[in-house]
């Protein structure tokens, strides 16, 4: 878990790094942050609790931490989508950062055909506006991040980006 939440800080990092918005930048490295601290904290109480044994105090702070860390790398995550959503230069050389920027743009391109096919939906109440029931909700990066494996462990293959290219929302 906390091997998992430190790939997550190190995929916020990165996509700080190469965000075109400064302010979904600062934000994405303010959650980064967050998410390693508790992330640190996490793997002290763990080592803790291996060392002092069973107790119902070790049992519910070790829960609580991971609770906080969930908690974290959903904001990463959510800090991640606003990110993408704004744009990001596309890195040119280094192949982890031309994967990270693979699985965004993927996501971010699911995101544009669920809008488009909602938008498209005639299926509307009384005041004219689109039922919710039976829709489907917008993809997000968490959902994508469920349904692949960490990036440490298999990387997912998705066609190249260009690189040294900005990727913007109209990109697509």
Known sequence: MVSDGQVVVKFGNILAKHCLDQRCSTELLRAAEHTHSISSQLSIVARVKAVT??????????????????????????????????????????????????????????????????????????????????????????SLVQEQPPWSRNIPKHPSPRKGHFFMHRDL
């Open 53 to 142: 044994g069973e107790s119902k105090a070790s049992s519910e702070l070790l829960l609580s931490n991971v609770q906080n860390l969930i908690q974290a790398v959903q904001h990463v995550l959510r800090a991640a989508e606003a990110a993408c959503v704004k744009g990001f230069f596309l890195p040119s050389t280094d192949p982890e950062e031309e994967e990270i920027a693979a699985f965004c743009q993927q996501w971010r391109k699911d995101l544009t055909q669920h809008r488009a096919k909602e938008a498209l939906n005639s299926d509307r109440d009384e005041l004219g506006l689109r039922k919710t029931r039976g829709a489907k909700a917008e993809p997000t990066l968490m």
